[in-house]
């Protein structure tokens, strides 16, 4: 990436749900779309609507996700906090 996700108000698309989410970020790096392309057992989960980078994955038939921003934002967006209940969910 040329300058990076940083800050507040990035807007992340889940694919899943089709909701929109506000996201803070601080990164400078993306997940590659031609490699996420070559492998059948990964995902894409989110998008950024700013630039189309992907900004989740997920792991077919295993128990593993990721996501490219900070979920944990706070005081700032909640609206990835259903991420932590997805991870929770996962462990039983």
Same mark, same amino acid.
């Given at each position: ?9 990035? #807007? ?20 590659? #779309? ?16 700013? =630039? ?22 706070? #005081?700032? #967006? ?6 932590? =209940? =997805? ?6």
């Amino acid at each position: 990436m040329h300058s990076g996700h940083r800050g507040i108000n990035h #807007p992340v698309k889940n694919l899943i749900t089709g909701k929109c989410e506000v996201t803070s970020q601080n990164h400078g790096f993306a997940v590659s #779309p031609q490699d996420v392309e070559k492998a059948s057992n990964v995902e894409v989960t989110h998008i950024n609507l700013n =630039d189309d980078t992907i900004e989740g994955i997920r792991i077919k038939g295993k128990k593993a996700f990721s996501v490219q921003y900070h979920p944990e934002a706070s #005081p700032g #967006p909640h609206d990835s906090r259903y991420l932590f =209940d =997805d991870f929770v969910k996962m462990l039983g």
